[in-house]
């Protein structure tokens, strides 16, 4: 009997069958709204953020626990393959406008995961009581609306939430003890990008491409973002060494430049890059230029703009 025919499964699915019950299309607007903040979108803000105007080792801790929280969400993805709920039952019916962002494997939740460590992430960069309530918020609600929306289940939700408090652990950890050493933040971002690569030569080894396309497109993009982010490191270390702090308005135009160019890589090379090859592996060097650029090139013009405050 495969797992998803057994008692738990249909339990599961009996959860999600309450929850239709409550679906109205104003509560449907608004967990489509709530959803969205565990979008990929929002960590790239909040990086962007701690990177160049508060420490770059927050920065650098932060891009470390999403790429490590990433990697072992996926890693279960591709490892347990549990469809989506209507998957496991086709007479399931989801709110149709989430379809579209469900793709891939159902278990763990991807939306919960990128939910815990942003906003758990941020909280703990904050350290103030009111910062830690709304994260907790935030995480309850994005985890509760992607089974209000039927693209997960409780199991998926849940897990998503174990495996982000242990990743926020664990960074908090090794940065605590190893983060004032300079060459930290490369090496610990190294060894995940090293750990990426080995989990997209897996998946293009098994040569299944139509089965395995979102596991393989999301770990071109995570190998190609921590590669990004070591190569980057090191450049900036050793060149760059900006500074984060400015008048509040530098860092308005620092954060602003910085997600116009960085996003613009994001959506813009990807028709290019379809063009030129037109598969999920092509993450990888869109990717690597996202980051590469945002942490080793734009950053250099930092002087420029901490020139233009003429109250030094």
Same mark, same amino acid.
């Given at each position: ?43 790239? $803000? ?40 209507? $998957? =496991? ?7 149709? #406008? ?35 309530? $709304?994260? &907790? $918020? ?6 509760? #609306? ?41 090496? =610990?971002?190294?060894?995940? #990008? ?23 497109? !999301? ?20 060149? =760059? ?5 400015? &008048? ?46 945002? =942490? ?9 703009? !901490?020139?233009?405050?003429? #109250?030094?």
């Amino acid at each position: 009997m495969a797992i998803t025919e057994s008692s738990f499964f249909a339990w599961l699915m009996e959860m999600l069958r309450s929850i239709v019950g409550i679906r109205s299309p104003f509560m449907n607007t608004a967990m489509s709204g709530i959803t969205v903040l565990g979008q990929e979108a929002i960590p790239i $803000v909040i990086a962007i953020v701690l990177m160049y105007c508060f420490s770059k080792r927050s920065g650098y801790k932060f891009l470390f626990m999403m790429s490590f929280g990433t990697l072992i969400n996926q890693a279960l993805k591709f490892i347990f393959m549990i469809p989506r709920p209507w $998957v =496991i039952d086709p007479e399931f019916e989801i709110v149709e #406008s989430a379809r579209a962002g469900a793709t891939g494997w159902s278990f763990p939740s991807g939306h919960t995961q990128s939910a815990v460590v942003a906003y758990g992430g941020l909280a703990l960069e904050i350290k103030k009581k009111w910062a830690s309530i $709304v994260a &907790v $918020v935030l995480i309850l609600l994005i985890g509760f #609306s992607r089974m209000y929306l039927g693209v997960h289940t409780l199991l998926d939700v849940g897990v998503s939430l174990v495996t982000g408090v242990i990743t926020l652990i664990l960074a908090e950890a090794l940065f605590r003890k190893f983060g004032d050493s300079p060459a930290f933040p490369s090496v =610990i971002i190294g060894i995940v #990008s090293a750990l990426s690569l080995i989990f997209l030569i897996v998946i293009l080894a098994l040569d299944r491409t139509e089965l395995y396309a979102d596991n393989l497109g !999301n770990a071109a993009m995570l190998f190609g973002l921590t590669f990004g982010v070591f190569c980057g490191s090191i450049i900036e270390r050793r060149f =760059i060494n900006f500074e984060t702090k400015a &008048v509040w308005w530098v860092q308005i135009i620092k954060v602003v430049l910085g997600a116009a160019i960085i996003f613009g890589i994001r959506i813009g090379l990807k028709p290019l890059f379809k063009l030129i090859y037109d598969s999920p592996i092509m993450n990888a060097p869109r990717y690597f230029l996202m980051t590469f650029v945002g =942490i080793a090139v734009y950053p250099a013009s930092f002087k420029l703009l !901490n020139a233009l405050d003429r #109250s030094k």
